[in-house]
């Protein structure tokens, strides 16, 4: 008899909600899925300075009605924002300026506010009023490779470097010495390579900036080697 009592009170405990969720009932809300980015692509270039802005839709695990929050902002820190809505469609046409770099991203908030994250941001150029100049691309290092030991009184420098613009003629501002932040050995070097002479047991710094005709300039990163 005993153990009759102690089910049927153990069965009443739990169809009362006692062996429920936490809070006396309150179920958990999870956030919706981050919204993935349709258009513009990253890294898109002279699309119309009118742009529509596609993202797919997001799922909410509870199934409730997904809203979204798009930025669009000229830093890719969203430090100052262009335009910054919350829509309940996934697109949305902004009017921007020509000739600009531009990032955005998206997020989704559900019905009780529990919003996702950002999505990735994306940048894209729009296209400029007139026939646009685009910025060389970084240089790239040919040798000494990174952190390479040399043993020789001259090394030569080499690197290379393209431009979008293939009718741009490129020149090379080429900075070298001993400290971390070089100085400038070369202005204007119309050669993808430079030669200098070194002193043993020495690391050395050196990096390059790629200039085209319009006055476009790129600044490539610091490499270093030593000298045995």
């Given at each position: 008899?005993?153990?009759?009592?102690?089910?049927?009170?153990?069965?009443?405990?739990?169809?009362?909600?006692?062996?429920?969720?936490?809070?006396?009932?309150?179920?958990?809300?999870?956030?919706?899925?981050?919204?993935?980015?349709?258009?513009?692509?990253?890294?898109?270039?002279?699309?119309?300075?009118?742009?529509?802005?596609?993202?797919?839709?997001?799922?909410?695990?509870?199934?409730?009605?997904?809203?979204?929050?798009?930025?669009?902002?000229?830093?890719?820190?969203?430090?100052?924002?262009?335009?910054?809505?919350?829509?309940?469609?996934?697109?949305?046409?902004?009017?921007?300026?020509?000739?600009?770099?531009?990032?955005?991203?998206?997020?989704?908030?559900?019905?009780?506010?529990?919003?996702?994250?950002?999505?990735?941001?994306?940048?894209?150029y729009?296209?400029g009023?007139?026939?646009?100049?685009?910025?060389?691309?970084?240089?790239?290092l040919?040798?000494?490779?990174?952190?390479?030991?040399?043993?020789?009184?001259?090394?030569?420098?080499?690197?290379?470097?393209?431009?979008?613009?293939?009718?741009?003629?490129?020149v090379?501002?080429?900075?070298?010495?001993?400290?971390?932040?070089?100085?400038?050995?070369?202005?204007?070097?119309?050669?993808?390579?430079?030669?200098?002479?070194?002193?043993?047991?020495?690391?050395?710094?050196?990096?390059?900036?790629?200039?085209?005709?319009s006055?476009?300039?790129?600044?490539?990163?610091?490499?270093?080697?030593?000298?045995?």
């Amino acid at each position: 008899m005993k153990n009759i009592i102690v089910l049927s009170l153990l069965w009443i405990f739990i169809s009362c909600g006692g062996g429920g969720s936490k809070g006396g009932g309150e179920t958990t809300n999870n956030p919706p899925a981050v919204p993935g980015l349709i258009y513009p692509q990253s890294n898109m270039l002279c699309i119309n300075n009118v742009v529509t802005f596609n993202w797919k839709a997001s799922e909410d695990p509870e199934g409730d009605t997904v809203k979204y929050e798009i930025q669009v902002s000229d830093s890719n820190s969203f430090s100052s924002l262009l335009h910054s809505e919350i829509l309940t469609g996934v697109s949305r046409t902004f009017s921007l300026e020509k000739g600009l770099i531009y990032y955005w991203r998206v997020k989704a908030v559900d019905a009780k506010d529990a919003a996702s994250n950002f999505s990735s941001a994306y940048q894209f150029y729009t296209e400029g009023v007139a026939v646009t100049n685009y910025v060389p691309f970084l240089p790239s290092l040919v040798k000494p490779t990174l952190n390479q030991v040399v043993n020789t009184q001259s090394v030569t420098l080499e690197w290379d470097a393209v431009d979008v613009d293939t009718s741009d003629t490129l020149v090379y501002d080429v900075y070298f010495g001993e400290n971390s932040n070089p100085s400038l050995v070369i202005s204007d070097h119309p050669n993808k390579n430079y030669t200098l002479s070194v002193s043993s047991a020495k690391t050395y710094y050196w990096r390059v900036e790629v200039k085209d005709n319009s006055g476009a300039k790129s600044t490539g990163k610091v490499w270093l080697f030593k000298t045995d």
